[in-house]
């Protein structure tokens, strides 16, 4: 089996951790050694799992290492990224066994993804990568979600929509079909987004409306 590491050891690291074991039991692939995290003492054990370190270790590690960013802000994932300098790791896509598909001829899903149980995608999607889709999800047709973005649970996307690089969707929310979500845009939780939202706002309420807006991802 392939050596595999999270880094992020919060909720949503030990829910990755469950993943993995959850794609062992039904395939066996990954030897989950343990966590890397800048914020959590090396040494300490969680949910079985050891912290390694963090970034200075992960960059010190001289053998091929597989790793996931368990982190759902999509800007501290990018900069995650760009910290891990070490030609040793690679991001592998992480798909949980109950997750639904049409033919997998016509769905593209770039690397370091991680995609929880339930899902749901239909046909003819691309998503790129870095992107996190958590629990109950379901992507329609023709849909385009670009890299960074990031999916709380029980969100529903329809068909034919673009949804921009760094874009977090809460949990509940329900994007119409034929619309763009921009760049770095957050959309609250239970939002039902029924018309394009510009990049670079936060959209609440029903139908979804920018309340503010922030500052160019630098």
């Given at each position: 089996?392939?050596?595999?590491?999270?880094?992020?050891?919060?909720?949503?690291?030990?829910?990755?951790?469950?993943?993995?074991?959850?794609?062992?039991?039904?395939?066996?692939?990954?030897?989950?050694?343990?966590?890397?995290?800048?914020?959590?003492?090396?040494?300490?054990w969680?949910?079985?799992?050891?912290?390694?370190?963090?970034?200075?270790?992960?960059?010190?590690v001289?053998?091929?290492?597989?790793?996931?960013?368990?982190?759902?802000?999509?800007?501290?994932?990018?900069?995650?990224?760009?910290?891990?300098?070490?030609?040793?790791?690679?991001?592998?896509?992480?798909?949980?066994?109950?997750?639904?598909?049409?033919?997998?001829?016509?769905?593209?899903?770039?690397?370091?993804?991680?995609?929880?149980?339930?899902?749901?995608?239909?046909?003819?999607?691309?998503?790129?990568?870095?992107?996190?889709?958590?629990?109950?999800?379901?992507?329609?047709?023709?849909?385009i979600?670009?890299?960074?973005?990031?999916?709380?649970?029980?969100v529903?996307?329809?068909?034919?929509?673009i949804?921009?690089?760094?874009?977090?969707?809460?949990?509940?929310?329900?994007?119409?079909?034929?619309?763009?979500?921009?760049?770095?845009?957050?959309?609250?939780?239970?939002?039902?987004v029924?018309?394009?939202?510009?990049?670079?706002?936060?959209?609440?309420?029903?139908?979804?409306?920018?309340?503010?807006?922030?500052?160019?991802?630098?």
């Amino acid at each position: 089996m392939k050596k595999i590491a999270i880094f992020g050891c919060g909720g949503f690291g030990r829910e990755v951790t469950m993943l993995i074991e959850q794609i062992n039991a039904n395939k066996p692939e990954w030897d989950l050694i343990g966590f890397y995290d800048d914020a959590a003492e090396k040494g300490t054990w969680i949910n079985d799992y050891i912290v390694l370190g963090g970034m200075e270790e992960l960059n010190e590690v001289q053998e091929p290492l597989a790793v996931a960013i368990a982190v759902g802000d999509p800007k501290l994932k990018k900069k995650i990224h760009d910290s891990i300098l070490n030609a040793h790791i690679f991001y592998p896509t992480l798909i949980h066994p109950t997750v639904i598909t049409g033919n997998r001829k016509f769905l593209s899903i770039g690397q370091g993804c991680i995609i929880g149980p339930g899902n749901i995608f239909t046909v003819n999607i691309q998503i790129g990568d870095f992107v996190i889709l958590s629990i109950f999800c379901s992507v329609g047709h023709d849909t385009i979600i670009k890299d960074y973005a990031s999916f709380m649970p029980a969100v529903n996307i329809s068909g034919e929509v673009i949804i921009g690089e760094f874009v977090f969707v809460g949990t509940g929310a329900k994007i119409i079909n034929q619309i763009e979500i921009g760049r770095e845009t957050i959309v609250g939780a239970g939002a039902i987004v029924s018309n394009s939202l510009p990049e670079k706002c936060t959209a609440v309420g029903v139908p979804a409306k920018p309340i503010k807006f922030h500052e160019k991802h630098s």
